[in-house]
């Protein structure tokens, strides 16, 4: 009897994790908002600039596709792209002003996740980032598209039925650009929050 009773105990714990980990598995899309801030390096001959950028608040929307590795592991593998541009650096002097700016951004990324409940799953990112940067003085410049990496933390939580929460935070480093005859290294601290729904 006793072991008929810890085979079935088995048995539902096993369809337990089962369903408590579909919660976090297959397609999820996804709205966010955004709060990030620049750190920016602009070089020119004889000049340089380098500090704190600007502070923008964004919207962006996200898809992500959820495979379970482990009994109480998920790989989540999708991408996100920015509703609106972004001042990186308004730079002002005597001289006159120059403004920076990222459009286009997008990222694709990988995020191995863990279980920390039925209902909260964290997770550690690794990104590909793309966007255009350009720069503005008297005329504008051409975009050229810059690349670089990111990386950060989050957590997903079930809400209710189909409903998820997300907050995350992530770290981007830009390869360095010619803009011009200027040379451009930016980065970006992202802090996330966002809502998403499971198909």
């Not at 579909?22 to 500090?51: A, C, Q, W, Y």
């Amino acid at each position: 009897m006793k072991k008929l009773f810890a085979c079935l105990l088995m048995v539902g714990s096993a369809g337990l994790a089962s369903a408590q980990m579909s919660n976090f598995t297959g397609l999820s899309v996804g709205g966010n908002i955004e709060f990030k801030s620049t750190t920016v390096k602009l070089s020119s001959t004889g000049s340089e600039f380098s500090g704190l950028g600007s502070q923008n608040i964004i919207g962006s929307v996200s898809a992500d596709y959820g495979i379970a590795i482990g009994n109480d592991s998920v790989l989540l593998v999708g991408g996100k792209y920015d509703l609106q541009k972004t001042t990186i650096a308004k730079i002002t002097d005597t001289g006159g002003s120059v403004e920076l700016q990222e459009k286009n951004h997008y990222s694709l990324f990988v995020a191995p996740g863990i279980m920390l409940n039925d209902k909260v799953l964290g997770y550690a990112k690794l990104s590909y980032e793309s966007s255009k940067a350009s720069a503005s003085v008297t005329t504008s410049v051409e975009p050229p598209t810059v690349t670089g990496k990111g990386y950060g933390v989050g957590i997903r939580s079930h809400l209710s039925g189909n409903w998820y929460a997300n907050i995350g935070a992530a770290r981007i480093v830009y390869s360095n650009k010619t803009i011009g005859d200027s040379t451009l290294a930016t980065g970006t601290t992202i802090g996330m929050f966002g809502l998403s729904y499971k198909f």
